[in-house]
C-alpha cells in the first residue's frame, strides 16, 4: 500500500500552505475533519522532495512559488490577471518569474540572479505533481479571504501584519493555536503568508470552491500548467 493509499484510510486529510523562507521550505500543515480544518505546529523543512514526501502524505499543497515557467522572460497571464485584481500597490507583490532556460543555465551570471528556492521547484515538481502541488500566492489569498478586497498595508509593516492576522484569526477557526508559535528562522510575514496558503488549500480540497487565475491556464516547455489559485 503507498503513502497515499494509507493516508486515504485516516480519519482526515493532510493539506499544507508552503511558502520559501530561510532555511528552506516553511510548511503550515492542517489536519481535515469533514469541514473542520486543524492546523498543527508548523515546521521548516530543507527541501521540496521532503514536502512532498511528507508523511501522512498531503492531499493538496498550496505552495508560494512560480512552477509553470515561460521560455521567454516575461509576466504569464496568470501573473498579469493576478495584478490586474490586487490593484497598486498590492500587484507590485506578483513577480514576474524567470523563464526555464534562465533557471536551467549554468550561467552564473544567470544564476546569481535568480531566486534558490525556483531553482529547487523546477527541479523537483513535475507536470504529475500538479495533482498535488498548487501554485498559489498570499496576497491572493488574502484578497478571497477578505471579500474581494486587497489588504490596505503591507505585510513588511506591522499595521500590515496586524491586519493579516486579524483577518486569518476571523476567517479560520482555530489557526489562532499556531499563528502565535515562536519558530526559528522565519519571519512573521513568512509565517501569515504560510497560513494564508493554508486556507487557499482548503479551499483547493474543497473541489469547486478555489478559483485558478487564468480560467484556461497556458502550459510550458515541461508540460506544467502556468497557473495561480485562490
Known sequence: MSSRERAN????RMLAGVVPCRGGWLVQAGRLHGVSLYPVPPVVMPSVQEVLDWKPAFEVIAMHIPIGLPAERGPRACDREARALLKWPRSLSISTPPSRPQVESDSGDIASQLLPWIAEAAQEIASYNQRVVHEVHPELSFFEMNDGAPMRYSKHKVPGREERRALLISKMQNIVNVVDLPLRGPTRAKRLDACACLWTA????????????PDMPEWDDEGLR???WR
Open 202 to 213: 482548503r479551499r483547493l480540497a474543497s473541489r469547486g470552491a478555489a478559483i485558478r487565475l
Open 226 to 228: 502556468m497557473e495561480v
Open 9 to 12: 484510510t485516516l480519519p482526515y
